[in-house]
């Protein structure tokens, strides 16, 4: 599974800003899809998951801003996110989890990275 994301960039706060991520490849394994962040100097950490089904999970400083969606026909995972703060500032990732190549087992796959940068 190969992922590309799309739609970083620089806002003010307050601001938003709506990320993408199309899965190509092996799609029709996907389960989870999530979005991850890293600020400079800081582990990465999980910001939103959808769960095939459409479950969705948030981490706590997202919460009520931050809104995870995916379109299975499209393979693509979206991240709106709204009312940005400057400690919102990190590289995004894309992460979907997916069989590997013999089918078997469930494997993370990442995307690279897209910068999302808010000025206050």
């Known amino acids: 599974v190969q992922l590309q994301a799309s739609g970083g960039g620089s806002v003010q706060a307050g601001g938003s800003l709506r990320l993408s991520c199309v899965a190509s490849?092996?799609?029709?394994?996907?389960?989870?899809m999530s979005w991850y962040r890293q600020a400079v100097g800081k582990q990465r950490d999980v910001v939103a998951s959808i769960a095939s089904g459409g479950g969705t999970d948030y981490a706590d400083p997202v919460k009520g801003r931050f809104t995870i969606t995916r379109d299975n026909a499209k393979n693509t995972v979206y991240l709106q996110m709204n009312n940005l703060k400057p400690e919102d500032t990190a590289v995004y990732y894309c992460n979907v989890d997916a069989l590997d190549s013999s089918g078997s087992f469930y494997k993370n796959y990442w995307g690279k990275g897209t910068q999302v940068t808010v000025s206050s």
């Open positions: 490849g092996s799609t029709s394994s996907i389960n989870v």
